[in-house]
């Protein structure tokens, strides 16, 4: 968008776009030096937090702090209220700068927050010479929700988990959940969460009361069922797993991911997931609870395998969420959990109480609707929870993140879903630093907002959201960042998620890991799909045969070395030459926080790249006359190393020390290898 300062033409973007905009492009409205807000929103906002927010991008973006009153005999320039009529729709709001003063109308207390929203990215991108406009809007999905991985080796400071609430606000989300297995202080289970720097109870409460003045729902999320491998691995608790006899296996962040349901026949199963359930609620002024429930892999195959020769795994699993659903609908609140299960086995669909709400999580790039159109013909409640495709990743996989929530926004409006829910995973340790997901959290904010603007603006949308995003949230005028870091996220040709695989293949005795080797699936999921080599891993007997296996597949793609390293360091100096010319909107923001989560990953990923080619060199899958790197062994062991520092330096300015340790192992190991 655009418009003319005194004959010189003003470039700026919002995010979400709005539905309707009336603007004058030759007409500017310029901020007083002195100026009032006044804000009515009543009970929403008694504390008058959104007026707050605007005084505070004012302040930043001027120099000038301005007054802040409510009530209704107060001269103001800016006034934010809700509307006294029915003139707004649900959600609806107004906005309005004009010569005489700065308008706000929301239908209700939402609606007058995303409007705030709006004037504070316009305040934020031209102050104090704004556009004279009219804006009408209200966003397509009435839940747009951010699901953050809170569990799987790193937990949020409180102080980013602030940060990141502000920035769901500026772009509009309305709910948050911070998904939680083992990393929450619960009475009696300090051996399920020693040693994790876990939330506590205070943290909640006032991260609770955070979200909640931002007009941020925040929803208790905590796995009763599936994922529960630390607190099955508990000398307390092991018994009510499914494997009770594997629990003394040696950590695994793989196996993690695999072996961790509850056996649901043994009596203080149902007790424990009550206890989890029931202790946290308290904490949350929400209604709803999401049991999670997903991925119960070993549900019927381990101790509870009589009951599902008897019944079948698809009733044992219906009738257990049942149970739970209706636990929590006896307290009065509204149970949510994962749907995967229900989906792969449609006839527990028919038998999932009616006021429980599905979450339809399907990461496929190329996703169709096959499985929104399946729920929505059960007649379940339906949230659509596409990802931000982070995890296992120093570089967000931009392309694949675009692709699915594009697609899977359309695909629940058409089909009538109650809500969306976007996904930021840890997996394997929780190497992704979080900041690296902001592009993808804004594919979520356009595309909820409103699913069919993809469409509407064609070929070149991913493009063109890339660019706006540079632009409003990093501050680049030249709109080229997002771009630079999707070029980025191309020249990964060996990632962590294959890191790990490497070095789990071992069982930690030079013994194979058949789970490990197992887990290498057939899918498009990082997977060997419908490639010979998949066979050929999954045949290999020992480690060295399946460690080979695993590198000759990559092998195309590690032959890329020197190619894909070359264009990471061009990358890393383009951006670099853009954030030296960055406009920062938030006080306490420099250039250099902007860049430091991207630097990082991409010189690990340098580094991780280098690690593929010597160890497909040690390992005789590329001779010496292939190899497209000269960097010796010895070198690439000790930049791991150094890296390794700088990143965990970097971790703990957003997390806990958490389960550092466990990256720190993998790097360290492969840095060993390398000096063998």
């Known amino acids: 968008m655009q418009y003319c300062i005194e004959g010189k033409t003003k470039d700026f973007e919002l995010i979400p776009e709005p539905c309707a905009i009336d603007m004058n492009p030759n007409a500017t409205v310029l901020l007083p030096y002195v100026g009032r807000i006044v804000e009515n929103a009543g009970e929403a906002d008694i504390a008058n937090v959104w007026a707050h927010q605007v005084a505070d991008d004012i302040e930043a973006a001027t120099g000038l702090r301005w007054d802040i009153a409510k009530g209704n005999r107060w001269q103001s320039f800016i006034a934010l209220s809700i509307a ?74 409180l102080d980013w988990l602030k940060r990141w609430a502000d920035k769901l606000c500026l772009y509009k989300y309305n709910q948050l959940q911070l998904y939680v297995e083992h990393t929450f202080a619960f009475d009696n289970m300090s051996e399920t969460w020693r040693g994790t720097s876990p939330l506590k109870p205070a943290d909640i409460i006032a991260f609770d009361e955070y979200c909640a003045v931002r007009g941020i729902e925040l929803v208790p999320s905590v796995s009763t069922f599936g994922h529960l ?23 695994s962040l793989i ?80 149970p949510l959990f994962w749907g995967d299960i229900a989906i792969e086995m449609p006839e527990i669909l028919q038998r999932l109480p009616k006021d429980v ?6 990461y496929e790039p190329d996703i169709t609707d096959e499985k929104v159109r399946l729920v929505a013909q059960s007649g379940a409640v339906q949230y659509v929870c596409p990802a931000v495709w982070c995890w296992n990743a120093l570089l967000p996989r931009l392309d694949w993140a675009w ?32 900041r690296i997901a902001i592009p993808g959290m804004m594919y ?5 907002w409103d699913p069919q603007w993809a469409a509407r603006v064609g070929d070149g949308a991913h493009a063109e959201l890339d660019r706006r995003i540079s ?3 990093y501050g680049d ?43 290498i699936r057939v899918n498009k999921d990082g997977g060997a799909q419908n490639h010979h080599y998949a066979g050929l891993i999954h045949a290999s007997s020992t480690v060295s045969e399946a460690r080979m296996n695993l590198l000759a597949w990559l092998k195309p793609d590690i032959l890329r070395c020197a190619e894909a390293n070359r264009a990471l360091r061009a990358d890393i100096a383009q951006l670099g030459a853009i954030a030296a010319r960055l406009t920062t909107y938030d006080a306490d923001t420099v250039r250099g926080s902007v860049l430091q989560p991207v630097l990082i990953a991409a010189e690990g990923q340098r580094l991780f790249n280098e690690l593929g080619l010597r160890l497909a060199l040690q390992e005789g899958v590329i001779a010496e006359a292939e190899a497209t790197s000269d960097s010796m062994p010895l070198q690439v062991a000790r930049g791991l190393e150094q890296w390794f520092e700088t990143y965990a330096a970097v971790w703990r300015t957003v997390s806990a020390e958490s389960e550092l340790r466990r990256i720190a192992d993998v790097v360290w190991y492969c840095a060993d290898l390398l000096r063998e």
């Open 444 to 448: 979520g904010a356009q595309c909820a």
């Open 471 to 473: 632009m409003v949230e």
């Open 229 to 251: 491998y630390m607190a099955l691995r508990t000398r307390e608790l092991r018994y009510l797993g499914e494997f009770p006899e594997q629990a003394d296996r040696p950590y």
């Open 255 to 334: 196996e993690r991911m695999e072996h961790h349901t509850l056996n649901i026949t043994e009596a203080d199963a149902f007790a424990l997931s009550c206890t989890l359930i029931d202790d946290y609620l308290q904490l949350f002024r929400s209604r709803k609870f999401n049991i999670c429930g997903d991925e119960t892999f070993d549900l019927g195959k381990g101790r509870s395998k009589p009951e599902a020769d008897k019944r079948g795994v698809a009733a044992m699993y219906a009738d257990y969420v049942s149970r739970l659903c209706e636990h929590l609908s006896e307290q009065g609140r509204e």
């Open 84 to 157: 006294s009529d029915d003139a707004l729709g649900q959600d609806e709001y107004r906005l309005t700068i004009a010569q005489n003063g700065i308008a706000v109308i929301g239908s209700d207390a939402d609606g007058l927050r995303d409007g705030i929203q709006t004037l504070r990215q316009i305040i934020r991108q031209c102050a104090p010479a704004l556009p004279e406009l009219t804006i009408a809007d209200k966003p397509a999905y009435q839940t747009r929700g951010y699901y953050l991985d809170a569990t799987r080796g790193r937990v949020p400071t």
């Open 357 to 362: 709400t599905l979450l339809n999580w399907l």
């Open 403 to 434: 692709g699915n929530i594009s697609r899977l926004t359309q695909y629940g409006q058409r089909y009538g879903a109650a809500g969306f829910l976007l996904t930021d995973w840890g997996d394997f340790g929780h190497i992704n630093d979080p």
């Open 477 to 519: 005028s030249t709109g080229e960042f997002v771009a630079v870091l999707r070029d980025a996220s191309h020249q990964v040709i060996f990632d962590w998620m294959n890191i790990v695989r490497y070095v789990e293949l071992d069982a930690g005795d030079g013994s194979l890991n058949t789970d490990v080797r197992d887990s």
